[in-house]
């Protein structure tokens, strides 16, 4: 399960890194909403690799722990707006949320993959 996290958390990392790029170009936001996305990021490649070639566990679950409470934030928020502008709501707005979530959902299965290896490691 650890691997699995890991691999997970290298692929998904570097993808959320070239997403947040591609999503702001041109249009970046105050600076504190988009370097999150670079630390979790960061977070998850290291913590991947870290896993993957010295069997460090720590990183790798920080880094889910990280991402999965920046996407529950998110989802939430952007969620949240919907239900505001109810009908009005735009076909954009819907599918980010919609995106969102499943990236949220990605996160907490990234995290209790890598809480279930370090379980399993020890037991």
């Given at each position: 399960m650890l691997k699995i996290s890991a691999w997970?958390?290298?692929v998904f990392g570097s993808s959320l890194a070239v997403l947040?790029?591609?999503r702001n170009w041109g249009d970046w936001q105050w600076w504190p909403f988009w370097v999150v996305d670079y630390?979790?990021?960061a977070l998850l490649v290291v913590g991947g690799v870290l896993a993957l070639r010295r069997g460090v566990e720590r990183w790798l679950s920080a880094g889910w722990g990280f991402a999965c409470?920046?996407?529950?934030m998110?989802?939430?928020g952007h969620y949240g707006d919907m239900l505001e502008a109810g009908a009005a709501t735009s076909v954009r707005e819907q599918r980010l949320t919609l995106i969102i979530g499943?990236?949220?959902?990605l996160t907490a299965a990234g995290l209790l993959l890598a809480l279930a290896g370090r379980v399993a490691r020890r037991g």
């Amino acid at each position: 399960m650890l691997k699995i996290s890991a691999w997970l958390a290298i692929v998904f990392g570097s993808s959320l890194a070239v997403l947040e790029a591609v999503r702001n170009w041109g249009d970046w936001q105050w600076w504190p909403f988009w370097v999150v996305d670079y630390v979790a990021a960061a977070l998850l490649v290291v913590g991947g690799v870290l896993a993957l070639r010295r069997g460090v566990e720590r990183w790798l679950s920080a880094g889910w722990g990280f991402a999965c409470a920046m996407f529950w934030m998110s989802f939430f928020g952007h969620y949240g707006d919907m239900l505001e502008a109810g009908a009005a709501t735009s076909v954009r707005e819907q599918r980010l949320t919609l995106i969102i979530g499943a990236m949220f959902a990605l996160t907490a299965a990234g995290l209790l993959l890598a809480l279930a290896g370090r379980v399993a490691r020890r037991g």
